[in-house]
């Protein structure tokens, strides 16, 4: 048997030069939802987690995960 173990990422972005006040209110907004706990145990009950990263800490994912699927390259035929 083999154990296939996959994820998903999502993130939302806005414009560079974004109003600071305008995004620092869409990021309580989007990690207030993200987190809220009747939300989480949905996911959960689904067998969805929640790993919220915002800013450096997200781009610092997606850079890894770029990383990791380059390695793939060859075994991949690209």
Do not use: C
């Not at 990422?9 to 939802?33: H, N, Q, Y």
């Not at 969805?48 to 890894?64: C, I, R, S, T």
């Amino acid at each position: 048997m083999v154990e296939v173990v996959s994820g998903t990422s999502r993130g939302i972005a806005a414009p560079k030069g974004l109003d600071p006040e305008v995004l620092e209110t869409l990021r309580a907004a989007f990690e207030k939802g993200i987190k809220n706990e009747e939300h989480v145990k949905k996911l959960a009950d689904m067998g969805l987690g929640v790993d919220y990263k915002e800013g450096q800490d997200f781009l610092n994912l997606l850079k890894k995960e770029e990383e990791d699927l380059l390695n793939l390259k060859d075994l991949l035929g690209w």
